[in-house]
């Protein structure tokens, strides 16, 4: 048993020497070919370079949101507040690449749409998982970290939460839509994308997606942390009360 | 079946004779909605001459937040004075206790929007006492109000409450206030689109009311 936890311990080490160059490199390669190699869009311009980002983001964004729901459920299912740090950790990289998304959709939308925000469904329903999110992080950080019972209502929380996407998706899909289509994926024969802005893309994915594993990691490992130290603060305030 | 609902039945009168005696919560809440469609009102009429197509938002904005006003109030004193602690020890399940809890904040709810109804009735020139609208306001209120009474049992134990309530139920409201706002508009008459807005209010309001009871066990479970 103690070989297989120093074996686990030692794998997860890895993760401070593997994880940061591949981050490191992976993002500097987005930079460089959405940058430097990806051509100019003929009609949108240099602000179509914003896509490398934004698309990627969105997606982080979501594995997140589906770690926070994952990691909720075993906070109630088997009451264990690692998992509870887990969430939260996952729900900050999920609004931070959510808030990131919006962003660029924002300074993308000004020379193409004419405006910064528009009530259009895609953009609502972005916002509206942005604001759900944050509010999680917000009721979480109003109680102590040891506090079982406020886990428990934020896991319940961030339950409804991801259960409500779909219903926000769907009401806001009456309204008319202006988001540009999905393109990238119409059918490899067809492709609407030149090959290099695809391999930009590709390498957007890897980097965004490192990148959020990594603020991931280290954001529950902050929070590990904190546990930690609150219970060895209860711990010493019993022994100089004893 | 008297059996079942007793115990519910018991938290709604116990609740609703409280919110009787005790009248400053509710009429607070009551004088809050009536100030806020009074504040619209003007100032909507100084900024456009035509304000009729504005009062479906300006209903639902102080429905919704009147609701979350006066639900936050409600579980705000059982949780100080340990009434709650006490109504999960009894051999009550804690659905029941959760069903009677939402149903006499939807009642009491129920009360406040009808003499908004009324009031609104008169500041915007538009008859608003009509069979089509009522249902809308019930389903619009039992989906906001089970929601909000799941959320204020939880946040009543954190800090700064007051402020978290509206931050954690509106996003979640969103599809609802869609779906009211719409369907509230259809039934005057404005210009909304042909998608059946009442059928996904009625869906949210099912959403909400069915996962706030599934999930009120697991929330308060010690």
Redesign the interface.
């Given at each position: 048993m103690s070989a297989l936890t120093s074996t686990l311990q030692r794998v997860y080490g890895l993760w401070w020497i593997v994880l940061p160059p591949i981050v490191g490199s992976a993002v500097m390669a987005m930079i460089i070919g959405a940058l430097v190699v990806a051509p100019r869009e003929i009609i949108e311009g240099d602000v179509q370079r914003l896509l490398y980002i934004h698309f990627p983001s969105i997606l982080a964004a979501y594995g997140a949101f589906g770690v926070v729901f994952v990691a909720s459920l075993v906070v109630?299912w088997k009451r264990d507040l690692r998992w509870d740090a887990v969430a939260r950790g996952a729900a900050t990289v999920g609004v931070l690449f959510t808030g990131l998304t919006l962003a660029t959709g924002a300074l993308w939308g000004k020379p193409i749409w004419g405006v910064y925000w528009t009530w259009d469904a895609r953009l609502?329903s972005t916002l509206?998982l942005f604001?759900?999110y944050?509010?999680y992080l917000?009721?979480r950080s109003?109680?102590d970290e040891l506090d079982e019972?406020?886990a428990?209502?934020a896991a319940?929380?961030a339950?409804?939460?991801a259960?409500?996407i779909p219903?926000?998706m769907?009401?806001?899909t009456?309204w008319r839509t202006l988001h540009p289509q999905p393109i990238i994926m119409r059918g490899l024969e067809r492709p609407a994308m030149p090959a290099e802005m695809l391999a930009v893309l590709l390498i957007a994915f890897l980097g965004i997606g490192a990148l959020a594993l990594w603020l991931g990691v280290l954001r529950t490992e902050a929070e590990w942390l904190a546990k930690r130290t609150a219970t060895l603060r209860a711990k010493i305030d019993r022994h100089q009360g004893a | 079946m008297n059996e079942a609902i007793g115990p519910s039945m018991a938290v709604v009168m116990k609740d609703l004779r409280l919110a009787w005696r005790d009248r400053a919560g509710w009429a607070s809440a009551g004088a809050f909605a009536t100030i806020a469609v009074l504040v619209y009102s003007f100032a909507f009429d100084l900024a456009t001459g035509d304000i009729r197509p504005l009062l479906p938002g300006v209903l639902w904005t102080t429905f919704l937040f009147a609701g979350i006003f006066a639900g936050g109030q409600s579980f705000a004193r059982e949780s100080e004075e340990g009434t709650f602690d006490a109504l999960l020890l009894s051999p009550v399940s804690p659905t029941m206790v959760y069903l009677g809890k939402a149903a006499a904040n939807i009642i009491a709810m129920l009360v406040i929007e009808f003499l908004q109804l009324g009031l609104a009735t008169i500041l915007f020139d538009t008859n608003l006492v009509s069979l089509e609208l009522l249902v809308i306001v019930f389903l619009g209120t039992v989906g906001s109000v089970s929601?909000t009474t799941?959320?204020s049992t939880?946040?009543a134990?954190?800090?700064?409450r007051a402020m978290?309530l509206p931050?954690?139920a509106?996003?979640?409201l969103?599809?609802l206030l869609?779906?009211a706002v719409r369907a509230t508009g259809a039934s005057l008459n404005l210009e909304v689109?042909a998608?059946p807005w009442t059928l996904?209010l009625a869906?949210?309001a099912l959403?909400s009311a069915a996962?706030s009871v599934l999930?009120f066990p697991?929330?308060v479970?010690?």
């Open positions: 109630l609502t509206v604001l759900i944050a509010a917000l009721a109003m109680a019972q406020a428990r209502f319940v929380f339950v409804l939460g259960l409500d219903l926000v769907f009401s806001v009456w | 929601l799941l959320l939880m946040s134990s954190m800090r700064g978290l931050v954690m509106l996003p979640l969103v599809p869609i779906g689109g998608a996904l869906v949210a959403w996962l999930l697991i929330a479970e010690r």
